[in-house]
C-alpha cells in the first residue's frame, strides 16, 4: 500500500474539498427550495443546481439526495 504523499491523494484533496463545498451548497439550496416535492422535480432541481456550481455529481448520488429531499429524509 502506498501513503497519501506518493499516491497523489494530497495533491487531489483541496479539489475534492472544493466540490464537496460546492455539492453541500446544491444540496442546501434545493433542500430549501423542494423538501417534499416530487422526487423528479427534486432531481431535475439537484441537476441544474450542480451544473450551475460547475460540478458532476453521479447519477445515482442525485437520485438518492432527490430520494431523502422528496421524503423530507434530508438533515444537514
Do not use: C
Not at 501513503?3 to 463545498?21: C, F, L, S
Not at 450551475?52 to 429524509?73: F, K, P, Q, T
Amino acid at each position: 500500500m502506498g501513503t497519501a504523499e506518493g499516491d497523489g491523494y494530497g495533491d487531489a484533496m483541496p479539489q475534492v474539498r472544493d466540490h464537496v463545498a460546492k455539492f453541500k451548497t446544491v444540496l442546501g439550496r434545493v433542500r430549501t427550495t423542494h423538501r417534499g416535492r416530487p422526487q423528479s422535480e427534486v432531481l431535475s432541481a439537484l441537476e441544474a443546481e450542480a451544473a450551475a456550481e460547475g460540478i458532476e455529481v453521479w447519477r445515482e448520488v442525485a437520485e438518492e439526495a432527490a430520494r431523502l429531499i422528496s421524503n423530507s429524509e434530508f438533515e444537514a
